[in-house]
C-alpha cells in the first residue's frame, strides 16, 4: 500500500515538527515551499495538507510572495484534506476580526477568528484538552480562537467556552500546537480522512 504523501507548508513556523510527527505515523511529509511542489503536470502531488503555526501575517505575506496561496486556496476548496494548526486556522478562516495591515486569508473554513486571543506569549501553556474525537495534550502559544461559525461548521474542542478547534467538510482547524507535544490525534483524523 502507497504511503500518504502530506504537504506541509515550509514557509515559516513549526514546519520541522509537523514533518517528524507525519513521519511517525508512517506519511510521507512533501515541503511546500512553491506551487510546483504542491502541483505538477499531473495534478496534486500531495494528498494532503498541513498550514502549521507560526506569526499567521508574515506566513500570509510568504505565501502571496511565493505564490503558493491561489494555488492551496484552489486545491483545499476542491476538496484536499487540510489541518490547519493556530496560524494555520486563521489563514483558513472566511474572516478575520483583528487582521494586521494587508493581511489576507484563504476565507475556505466559513468562522470567524480573533488572532492572539489567549494572551502573549508569555501566557503559553502545555495542557490536556477534551474533544469530540478523544483527550488530548496540546500546547497553547498566543492562541487564536473562533468567535463564531456557519452552519456547515462544526465545533470540536472548546477552552473556558471558547472555541480553539472546528472541521467543515475536509478541513479541520486548530487554534492549538499538538505538533509540539507529540500529540497525534489531529493528525491522525487527518490520515484516516483520506481513506
Not at 19 to 45: C, F, M, N
Not at 107 to 127: H, K
Not at 135 to 146: G, K
Request: glycine fraction near 10%.
Amino acid at each position: 500500500m502507497n504511503r500518504p504523501r502530506v504537504g506541509v507548508v515550509a514557509l515559516q513556523g513549526g514546519v520541522r515538527e509537523h514533518i517528524e510527527l507525519l513521519a511517525s505515523l508512517d506519511a510521507v511529509p512533501v515541503p511546500l515551499k512553491q506551487p510546483a511542489d504542491l502541483t505538477g503536470p499531473d495534478g496534486l502531488r500531495v494528498d494532503a495538507v498541513v498550514l502549521p503555526g507560526g506569526e499567521s501575517s508574515t506566513i500570509d505575506r510568504l505565501l502571496k510572495l511565493f505564490g503558493l496561496g491561489e494555488p492551496l486556496t484552489d486545491a483545499i476548496r476542491a476538496g484536499l484534506p487540510t489541518l490547519g494548526t493556530c496560524a494555520g486556522l486563521i489563514q483558513l478562516a472566511a474572516h478575520i476580526t483583528d487582521p494586521a495591515p494587508g493581511q489576507t486569508s484563504f476565507g475556505v473554513l466559513d468562522v470567524t477568528v480573533r488572532r492572539n486571543a489567549f494572551g502573549r506569549q508569555i501566557d503559553s501553556a502545555e495542557m490536556g484538552l477534551d474533544t469530540a474525537w478523544g483527550p488530548a495534550w496540546v500546547a497553547f502559544i498566543r492562541a487564536p480562537e473562533v468567535v463564531s461559525y456557519g452552519p456547515a461548521v462544526t465545533p470540536v474542542a472548546t477552552l473556558h467556552d471558547r472555541i480553539v478547534a472546528v472541521t467543515q467538510g475536509s478541513i479541520t482547524g486548530i487554534a492549538f500546537h499538538p505538533e509540539l507535544t507529540g500529540e497525534t490525534l489531529f493528525h491522525r483524523r487527518l490520515l484516516e480522512s483520506m481513506a
